[in-house]
């Protein structure tokens, strides 16, 4: 009741010095232009036959400010099966404090800007449509909002930050929205995010967003300098099997480290994986190598193979 008082002090304020019947004139004509209406709902909505001040507030679903002046206050167009897209002619509608659309058949978008389009609206209810896409962020800067109802549509992606603190009333059950429940909105009861699978966020959900961290990797390309033995022919295999033997275990290899350069969103599971994964494959490998080397009875055998195979290599 507050927010109404205050919302109507403005407009009056803002409107001592013109009627603003024009404009709320054109944004009915446009809002009956732009969604179809099968059911003849607004058949009272004769524009061009009258201009009586006021007229217009006889019409199904317009109250007005005052019944002798054509300034729309709110529109309550529920269960009228209307269709179409959201109409944009709403914005002539400058006075307007509440909007129900809610139980139609109105598709697409929300419009990004509807907070310029519906400046001093305290309750906006769309639910029971088919509107899609991603809940528009600026709803959070409909500053004197205390009830938003946008349960059963088709919108996706995550719930905006909305800091409206005059907010009593939401809901966006029953759509298709993922992602953390914004901190704002945590003081809301479960039912009024339900049907959303992909939300998360305790409270007021039980299920708890798992845990990211960021990490910065930059990989550079690996530098392997190896200084081997000039091997001719298959004798100088042999020498090198002799240099194995006395102890000469691998040529000098140089690798530059690995630097943290580019920030990533990594599930902490995935990482620990990766994890425990090398350190496992590092101590098999080493594992295998040291068999075959050091080993004294599978040493000759390996080396022995080698000779077999006279391999036509020349490095140099």
Request: aromatic residues 8%; charged residues 15%; hydrophobic residues 40%.
């Given at each position: ?128 449509n088919s509107f ?111 240099g194995v033997r ?71």
């Open positions: 009741m507050m927010n109404l008082v205050i919302v109507w002090l403005l407009l009056v304020s803002s409107s001592s010095s013109c009627s603003g019947t024009p404009s709320d004139i054109q944004c009915l004509r446009g809002l009956k232009e732009s969604l179809s209406d099968p059911n003849h709902a607004l058949s009272s909505w004769k524009l061009s036959e009258n201009t009586t001040d006021g007229y217009i507030c006889e019409f199904a679903g317009v109250d007005c400010w005052r019944p002798s002046e054509s300034k729309v206050l709110s529109l309550h167009l529920g269960n009228m099966g209307l269709r179409g897209p959201f109409p944009r002619a709403l914005q002539f509608c400058t006075s307007m404090t509440a909007l129900d659309l809610s139980g139609n058949n109105i598709s697409g978008p929300v419009p990004a800007d509807i907070n310029l389009q519906l400046s001093y609206t305290t309750s906006l209810d769309l639910s029971n899609s896409g991603e809940i528009p962020s600026g709803i959070g800067n409909m500053t004197y909002l205390s009830a938003l109802n946008l349960e059963h549509n088709r919108f996706t992606g995550r719930i905006p930050e909305l800091n409206l603190p005059r907010l009593t009333s939401f809901s966006v059950a029953d759509n298709s929205l993922s992602g953390p429940i914004p901190a704002s909105l945590g003081r809301f009861p479960a039912e009024d995010f339900a049907g959303n699978a992909g939300l998360c966020g305790s409270p007021p959900l039980d299920r708890k967003c798992k845990k990211h961290f960021h990490a910065r990797i930059r990989v550079r390309p690996v530098r392997m300098h190896i200084r081997l033995p000039r091997v001719n022919d298959a004798s100088s295999i042999g020498r090198l099997r002799r006395g102890g000469v275990l691998l040529p000098a290899l140089k690798f530059p480290a690995f630097v943290l350069h580019r920030w990533m969103s990594v599930p902490e599971e995935s990482i620990i994986g990766a994890a425990v994964g090398f350190v496992v494959g590092f101590v098999a490998a080493f594992n295998l190598a040291h068999v075959f080397v050091f080993s004294k009875k599978l040493r000759p055998g390996f080396f022995d193979c080698i000779d077999h195979r006279k391999p036509n290599v020349n490095f140099g």
